[in-house]
């Protein structure tokens, strides 16, 4: 069987998932791109720098808001490894991004299609284009490796 | 008419609002107290320092997980002047705070009694007290003052 090739930005967001795992966080990775470029990225870090805030998207999210000297990511896209969390999807709301990609879905604590639904919300302010299921197998595997060892 | 006084830590929460409006920014203002002493305060920020997550809670939130060298806040409580957003409840959850204080409800942006309700979803893997209307009359007056003058 062939598999078709990940997008090079859900292969990098991937990449930094590992990195989170080695670092002994949960394997979650993110990265912001504009114009095709990659402007941010970020990994789970909320046991490292003791901040329950620090998410991948957090983490990428902020960086690339300092890069652009703007609070704003307007135009931006987000690829994140996993379904992003209320608190999560409710930064993507304010800082505008326009397309989120994730890889796999997350019935425990996403609240993209799952949960809270932040974007499905008569109130929601933006929404971002959402395309999901991108590197989920991958992102997935990294998931049960990690709680597999936790174990 | 003899107004009942405010708790003290919603009225050092009015003044990090008073601050942040003085600072050209949403007058919302957060504290956050364990055994009866503040150890963290917080105010929305997110223009100045061009971060989008920067909101009054968030700060506080950041702000205590680093005094305390720990990214859950056990028995700590947040008091802050507004209904939080889908972004701050879920920190609230990822945070476990115990109690949550706030002032007005906000039934555009507000997560709690409104919208994404983040706390009353079955995934909800923390559940903090809430306690809603505390200096509500105030917070709501310093937010249309701040946007009237914005006009």
């Known amino acids: 069987m062939t598999r078709w090739p990940l ?9 930094e998932a590992r990195l989170a795992a080695a670092e002994g966080e949960v394997p979650i990775g993110a990265v912001i791109v504009k114009d095709g470029q990659t402007i941010a990225i970020g990994r789970n870090a909320p046991r490292q720098i003791h901040d329950p805030t620090a998410h991948a998207e957090m983490v990428a999210i902020r960086a690339a808001a ?3 000297g703007n609070e704003r990511l307007e ?4 690829w994140v490894t996993l379904e992003p969390c209320a608190m999560c999807a409710g930064a993507i709301v304010h800082a505008r991004i326009a397309r ?3 890889g796999a879905s997350d019935p425990k604590g996403g609240a993209v299609e799952h949960g809270a639904r932040v ?3 008569p109130q929601c302010l933006h ?3 959402v395309y999901a ?3 989920g197998p991958e992102a997935g595997e990294l998931l049960r490796d990690f ?3 936790k174990r």
């Open 7 to 15: 997008p090079p930005h859900m292969a990098r967001a991937l990449q």
């Open 66 to 68: 300092k890069a652009l």
């Open 75 to 78: 135009g931006c896209e987000l």
């Open 100 to 102: 989120l990609y994730y």
């Open 119 to 121: 974007f499905d919300q």
């Open 127 to 129: 929404r971002p284009d």
């Open 133 to 135: 299921g991108i590197g």
């Open 147 to 149: 709680f597999r060892e």
